[in-house]
Nanobody, 123 residues
């Protein structure tokens, strides 16, 4: 079992920055690849960024690369998503995800989800 708890979502103005956190716990959490997804109202959940389960390499969606940075603190079992230059199109609920897949970029590859944290970007 893996438990994921997100935090850090809030209302921010366009052009601003925000850092999301995901606290991961569970005996087998280190055997999972962790990543971030998001879901905007009326849209499907989509991949944002992730670590590779094997090499620890970082992967980003086209909309996230150059603006978002995924990182982690293994000592704290916490993953982060630093977001810069936010736009109203980034408004969504952001979910932390855990997967046994090597590179979890699809929702179908996810075994565990957090409850989500809301990010709202005002224009």
């Amino acid at each position: 079992q893996v438990q994921l708890v997100e935090s850090g979502g809030e209302l921010v103005q366009a052009g601003g920055s925000l850092r999301l956190s995901c606290a991961a716990s569970g005996q087998s959490v280190r055997t999972y690849a962790l990543g971030w997804f998001r879901q905007a109202p009326g849209k499907e959940r989509e991949f944002v960024a992730s670590f590779s389960g094997s090499s620890g390499s970082r992967y980003y969606s086209d909309s996230a690369k150059d603006r978002f940075i995924i990182s982690r603190d293994n000592a704290k079992s916490t993953m982060y998503l630093q977001m810069h230059n936010l736009t109203p199109e980034d408004t969504a609920t952001y979910y932390c995800a855990a997967s046994k897949a090597r590179v979890p970029t699809l929702t179908t590859l996810i075994q565990y989800w957090g409850q989500g944290t809301q990010v709202t970007v005002s224009s």
